[in-house]
């Protein structure tokens, strides 16, 4: 939990610490103490650098054999026209002489002719293959990414629980990963497309040193070389350890998202206005965004521009000796006029990936730490699936006599114990209530009992068998729970209802007919019936016709969605504090009519309601991690207990309001 003062320090070793306590989980450590020499710091973790970009080659032909094939090939022939337009103008150069000495109409003039359309051509196919390129890149790129995508949602539901969705640093790497291929920029499919746009710059590379070689020196080709890839090199290490910094300050980035987000969103508006919480906010934010951009900017200046004039220094030195010695060999006659120019061609072709290529390099080094971010995700969640245990069986049909708690105990990771060594018995088809104060683990108890979380020590069986016996995702199925934090989700009333049985809304006429009355049974169908769509409005205001419900309505929905559930076959009914948004006769009605729904039906129901709570077959009362009271209403309101204190206190506070509303 971010508090307001702890951000509020300043200064950079501060923010070096900060950032640091953050990156130990990217699986390397990215160094941006300022201890080390600048040279150090290039190539602190150039391998690990080097074989993410390995990673990265190797995602390329998942954009598609075809796809790959055409765009290398194209990239070939991109990469070979600049040559041959230097070639051709060195040509046109030098049949110059020739044919303004043969006059129009000449052979000389008529050659000079055709390399002129050659080289109009060759300019032209370099102008044609340009939005080429670009289309092929793109495709590769978002293919790329889809498949990326695919794979972070497998990892996100990989595994039946929810405790590595509630790992900080997970979603610190979860919210950059998203991010990137959200906006598709710097996103692990730009870096594998930015890649595949390297061939044509090397090769345009290499061509124009063999070509120096051949048309002037050995030595010049070499030169060319050294110059081009020194600058290339060099340009790379100090991009590529500078963006290391970006992997730092992943969590920074989130705080000022999120603190960007909240300032636009409707559902924090009301109190952003009344608590006057704006120009905090706006502090906040701007705090963020600077402990995210200056350890960039630092890194940038010291790792990047720094060494970048080193580099460009001894290219420099090369080229001015490249083009010296071709233009002493032009004035001793040893080439033409038409071989310098060719030289010169060359070298500015060569020089084309020295500094930075725009279609290549951000991309390639950001989107590789979007894919390190993927790949962190999946290890994580495939070794939280990994640690939950589950067998092969079909839990269809259960529970038939029992579920058991025996001698369960669980902690939150870094938590205190919340159960302790709890025994419970919920005999198939009864109506559970469960009772006790706040926090003392009523709704953790109905999660372990979902599988969301697994207990630290103890068990859970159904029908005298071990629940990891069965598996995780069918047992799922079995339970239909309604949280205290359901999901509104943003889509029309059916689908929220309907999502209960997801299968059963393939047909359309059924699901139609078994909403409705789901809708019916929760006492939803009124309000629903007059609202602009029907039960096909999105219950969202940011759609057209769409609107907002109240709490209580929300909850029948939700209600109602459950009950779906176990018309679809769900064998346990689970609501969290299902009523504490009705008003209290809406309250007493639901219940009544409630329990004549799910009479047969394994219920358990939290509640600090005992309106609601006395109706249930059996209570029972949870305290310092165990069941301290069991029995029905009556039964603990005779034994005097816990129960009964909770019970009177909030008969009194009700007894006591309506004696001050007669008074
Ligand atoms: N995801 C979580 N991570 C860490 N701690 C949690 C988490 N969820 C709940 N807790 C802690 O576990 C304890 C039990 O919480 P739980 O929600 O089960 O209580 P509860 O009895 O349902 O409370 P309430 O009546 O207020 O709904 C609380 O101390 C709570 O702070």
Redesign the pocket.
Known sequence: MWTISHYRSRGRSATVERLNRFHGGWGMSVDVSADRSVWSELFHGWADRRDGRLRLLRLVPRAGGPLVTLSVAIQVVAGTLPLAFVLSTAAVVAGVPDAVAGGLGSAAWIHLRGLLALTAAVFFGIQLLLPVQELLGNLIHRRVDDQIRDRLMAASYAGSGVAVM?NAELLDHASDATHRLRTQMWSPGAAVAGQVALVSRYLQTVLAAVVTSVAFAWWAGAALLVSALTIRFGYRLGLSAFTQVFRTTVRARRRSDYFRTLMLQPAAAKELRVFALLPWLKREYTEAAMDNVKPVWRARRRLFYGPYVLYVLVAFVLLIAVLTGAARAASAGLIGIGGFMLVAQATSTAMRIGGFIAESDVQTEQGLNGYRAVEYIERITADAAAAVTEGDDDPAGLPTSEIRFEGVSFA?PG?PP?LDGLDLKIPAGQSLAIV??????????VKLLARLYEPTTGRLTVDGRDLRAFRAAAWQRRVAAIF?DFAHFELPVRDNVGFGAIEMLDDLERADKVIASALDKVGASDFVEGLPRGAGTPLSRQYTDGTDLSGGQWQRIAIARALLAVEGGAGLLVFD?PTANLDVRAEVAFFDRFLELTRGVTSIV?S?RFSTVRRADRIVV?EHGRVVEDGSHDELLARDGRYAELFHLQAARFTGEEDNDRG
């Open positions: 509630e939150y938590g919340v006790g104060l706040n926090g003392t683990g009523k709704t953790t108890l205290q504090e939290i600090h949870l």
